[in-house]
């Protein structure tokens, strides 16, 4: 990859065979007679305490595949996406003042990250070093190397970067953030790690050997799994009779309701995703972003 021209395409075939080979004419076979697709949910359906979902798996549907779910008629869709919650959690537990005192003020933190970087103003900050810099704060927290934001950089956004260029932001991204290069370092030797709900891993249950970078995702991930449930716990009593859950997807939540009470519903949903998480996250705001559409998808099919 990189050095060979046509395993970038071949790599690209791939991707693109196998959502045609999952989510293409497959999904027929999901279809019921009302015409609705109901897949098999999982409370606990990972090991950091994530749900699931099979048969199929509506938690992996290809963005270009969400313009094709609409609600009923007479109905719309409320979705409530939380605002960049992984980074929120690790500001939480890591206690990085920086991160922490970003959130708090209400700045883009992508924007505060690549200026901190690449040393420039923020307002000056381009879209291209914007998606670098957000590329790196999701996948670095994660124990992400340099060749690893390299191809996630490539692959979500389309961008080349030499390895220096990645390895620069990864120094700069924990320069920026000690906190959470301490917090790692931590998790990474510990006996044991844990969520800030109290879900607990230890070599009697998943092995997690110490090193393995694979113990950072179960706080982060667990915990935002956790509030996500304490959310739903406080949305289901609100719910009136004629709204309908149709999808919970790791920090999304959809639901279908009459298209009179949809916006009634969209105060509703986000208050409670707030209120669910800030059981578990205290030292930042919880920001819920939460729009009304008749499609699953933002595009029209």
């Known amino acids: 990859r990189g050095e060979i021209p046509v395993v970038a395409d ?15 004419l497959r999904l ?34 290809p963005r270009a595949s969400k313009a094709y779910f609409k609600a009923a008629p007479g109905h719309t869709f409320v979705i409530g996406d939380y605002s960049q919650i992984e980074l929120r959690v690790i500001a939480q537990v890591s206690g990085d ?5 970003s959130f708090m003020q209400g700045e883009d933190l992508h924007v505060k990250t690549a200026a901190a970087i690449l040393s420039k103003v923020e307002c000056n900050v381009t879209e291209t ?20 934001l390299q191809r996630r950089v490539e692959a979500a956004y389309g961008i080349e970067l030499t390895w220096q260029q990645a390895q620069q932001f990864r120094d700069g991204f924990f320069q920026l953030y000690p906190g959470i290069l301490r917090y790692q370092d931590r ?12 879900r607990c891993w230890c070599e009697n249950t998943v092995p997690l050997k110490q090193g393995s970078t694979a113990r950072l995702n179960y706080p982060i991930q667990g915990t935002a799994a956790e509030g996500l449930k304490e959310s739903l716990i406080l949305l ?3 719910m009136k009779e004629t709204w309908k859950l149709v999808a919970v997807v790791h920090d999304e939540v959809v639901l279908e309701v009459p298209e009179h009470e949809g916006e009634a519903a969209a105060i509703i949903l986000e208050r409670m995703m707030q209120s669910g998480m800030a059981r578990l996250i205290t030292a930042v705001p919880i920001e819920v972003d939460v729009q009304v559409r008749a499609q699953w998808g933002r595009q029209n099919p």
């Open 10 to 24: 071949v790599l690209k075939y791939m991707k693109l065979q196998k959502q045609i080979n999952t989510f293409g």
């Open 28 to 61: 027929k076979n999901y279809i019921d007679i009302d015409g609705r697709m109901r897949g098999r949910w999982h409370l606990i359906g990972s090991n950091t305490g994530r749900m699931s979902c099979t048969s199929p798996n509506l938690q992996g549907m």
């Open 97 to 101: 003042a920086t991160m922490i005192g």
């Open 129 to 148: 070093e914007r998606q670098i810099a957000k590329a790196a704060n999701f996948g670095l927290i994660y124990g992400m190397t340099a060749t690893g």
């Open 187 to 198: 998790i990474l030797c510990c006996k044991e790690v844990k969520t800030l709900g109290g």
């Open 236 to 238: 289901f009593p609100q």
